[in-house]
């Protein structure tokens, strides 16, 4: 955990127990944290708060977790879990943080989740970029608007790789990158591209935001090695513990994700925290 994270993660910590809403004061009731206990915050300290879970987000009142709210997104999540779905708020202003890899300037965002396709649409808004959404479910329309928009990158997740990759390929376009953003990936995702258009990876899940990259030096290599970003900290076991500082509207601290991040440092030269799904 480095020092400016920790930085950021006290007073996030400082600003959800002050705040009114009470999701985060509810859950660290037991917990003893008081303003010296967050003063002395260290990494060991901060993994003994409890974790939250996807199943207790969904249940509990969407008011008692909003903690800031402006223009940006309301998204609805489905939750198994929990039998239902649930509100989550992100500003514009952390979607511009989302640092999405890409190269180009006519991006086509196609997925097949449309909150997660207008998220990354605005992303792109947001650096006075004008992207092209795709119409998923319509694929006669879909590929004859990437062809006349002339489009020369792809943000999509897997399923939308698995539907589209061969026929917009067939359209012979410059696509200088296609950044696949999904919770998981497949062989299908890294082959079938032209061999110079650039492929980045990111791990990302509807309530968390994006997590993790693809090390552009493991790529060239054909290996998939991932760095948490700056504002990202990763406990990695079966069921990976995040902390994202970058939200405040609805923050996610201590979340218990369902993935498997494997700590493979060693497999990496750079030097970062490096990890394997």
């Given at each position: 955990m480095s020092e400016?994270?920790?930085?950021?993660?006290?007073?996030?910590?400082?600003?959800?127990?002050?705040?009114?809403?009470?999701?985060?004061?509810?859950?660290?009731?037991?917990?003893?944290?008081?303003?010296?206990?967050?003063?002395?915050?260290?990494?060991?300290?901060?993994?003994?708060?409890?974790?939250?879970?996807k199943e207790e987000i969904a249940r509990a009142p969407y008011a008692g977790r909003l903690y800031q709210e402006g223009s940006g997104i309301t998204k609805l999540?489905?939750?198994?879990?929990?039998?239902?779905?649930?509100?989550?708020?992100?500003?514009?202003?952390?979607?511009?943080?989302?640092?999405?890899?890409?190269?180009?300037?006519?991006?086509?965002?196609?997925?097949?989740?449309?909150?997660?396709?207008?998220?990354?649409?605005?992303?792109?808004?947001?650096?006075?970029?004008?992207?092209?959404?795709?119409?998923?479910?319509?694929?006669?329309?879909?590929?004859?608007?990437?062809?006349?928009?002339n489009i020369d990158?792809?943000?999509?997740?897997?399923?939308?790789?698995?539907?589209?990759?061969?026929?917009?390929?067939?359209?012979?376009?410059n696509i200088q990158s296609v950044t696949v953003v999904d919770s998981t990936f497949h062989k299908d995702d890294f082959s079938g591209w032209p061999p110079e258009t650039t492929k980045y990876f990111v791990?990302?899940?509807?309530?968390?935001?994006?997590?993790?990259?693809?090390c552009p030096r493991a790529a060239a290599e054909d290996k998939l090695v991932l760095h948490p970003y700056p504002d990202v900290y990763i406990e990695p076991s079966a069921l990976s513990v995040i902390t994202s500082v970058r939200f405040k509207s609805c923050p996610m601290i201590r979340y218990r994700a369902p993935v498997y991040f494997e700590d493979v440092r060693s497999v990496c030269g750079c030097g970062k925290a490096s990890f394997a799904l």
């Open positions: 400016s994270f920790l930085k950021n993660l006290k007073k996030l910590l400082a600003d959800v127990l002050a705040a009114e809403p009470e999701f985060y004061r509810k859950k660290y009731l037991n917990a003893v944290i008081d303003d010296d206990c967050i003063r002395n915050l260290d990494e060991e300290r901060f993994k003994t708060l409890p974790a939250v879970t999540i489905p939750c198994v879990e929990a039998g239902r779905s649930f509100l989550l708020h992100r500003t514009l202003e952390e979607i511009k943080e989302d640092d999405l890899p890409y190269e180009g300037a006519r991006p086509m965002v196609l997925m097949s989740n449309m909150y997660e396709a207008i998220e990354r649409c605005l992303f792109f808004y947001e650096r006075n970029i004008l992207p092209l959404i795709g119409e998923f479910r319509n694929p006669a329309v879909a590929v004859s608007s990437a062809r006349q928009y990158a792809l943000v999509m997740d897997h399923t939308a790789v698995l539907q589209y990759r061969r026929m917009l390929c067939a359209l012979n376009l791990v990302s899940f509807p309530e968390t935001g994006r997590l993790a990259y693809s």
